[in-house]
């Protein structure tokens, strides 16, 4: 599942893009294992703002399609817009909005304008570490329309994936995705928002993870302590 030990990722990686990484999660260090958390991978253009996300982990086939993926509709976006960076992003959620159709069998409609900020980010629809403190809002992914009858097959096939979440449509319907679907749902109407927006709804509305600002818990961080040397004698 460690795509990113794969030699064809990294190569398309360090050709694409410029890497870090950043922990936000809660988990726990025993020994030199890590105990719970989880992983997602942001791509994101050179202000942070979040063209495409993988979320949890994935095998490196999944991760080189996402990630060539994002490429292609960026490059396209570049073309098309012209410089116009609200054509640009309205292409990223349009390109989200079909992606989400032709692999997944559900339509939404692409949510091309942002609403104004609200004054502050301390309201109920906040996602908050184990303090209270405020973190992230809660971004609610565009409402899903229903199937789209010409890729229906592709529905009914991830009704029956192992680890789908059911989602419901306009009229109650219900449905299946998986993460990376669910992921694409809320991309449709959240493409090019900072990370610093996202990262909240994916670790805790799409993985489900506590999002905290606490230092990783490290169980038995010198398991040499107390230890007595033993001697050798020949």
């Known amino acids: 599942m460690n795509a990113l030990a794969n030699a064809e990722v990294g190569k398309y990686l360090e050709k694409h893009f410029v890497c870090s990484f950043q922990r936000v999660a809660t988990f726990r260090i025993v020994g030199k294992q890590k105990q719970g958390g989880n992983v997602a991978t942001y791509f994101c253009a050179q202000d942070g703002r979040v063209l495409h996300v993988i979320p949890g982990p994935v095998d490196a086939n999944t991760f080189l399609r996402e990630a060539k993926w994002v490429v292609a509709a960026a490059e396209k976006g570049i073309e098309t817009s012209k410089g116009d960076g609200a054509k640009f992003k309205t292409h990223m959620r349009k390109a989200h909005a079909d992606k989400l159709r032709t692999a997944?069998?559900?339509?939404?409609?692409?949510?091309?304008?942002?609403?104004?900020?609200?004054?502050?980010?301390?309201?109920?629809?906040?996602?908050?570490?184990?303090?209270?403190?405020?973190?992230?809002?809660?971004?609610?992914?565009?409402?899903?329309?229903?199937?789209d009858v010409k890729f229906r097959h592709l529905q009914d096939a991830m009704a029956k994936t192992a680890g789908a979440f059911p989602v419901h449509d306009r009229k109650g319907g219900r449905w299946a995705l998986d993460n990376q679907g669910r992921a694409h749902a809320l991309l449709a109407a959240h493409s090019m928002s900072q990370i610093d927006r996202i990262y909240g709804s994916i670790f805790e509305g799409i993985l489900g993870e506590r999002i905290t600002t606490r230092p990783v818990e490290v169980v038995n961080p010198f398991p040499w302590h107390g230890r007595k040397n033993a001697a050798v004698t020949n």
């Open 104 to 147: 997944y069998g559900l339509a939404v409609e692409a949510i091309t304008f942002d609403p104004p900020d609200p004054a502050d980010n301390t309201g109920p629809l906040t996602y908050r570490d184990p303090t209270g403190r405020p973190l992230a809002p809660v971004l609610p992914p565009p409402p899903i329309d229903g199937p």
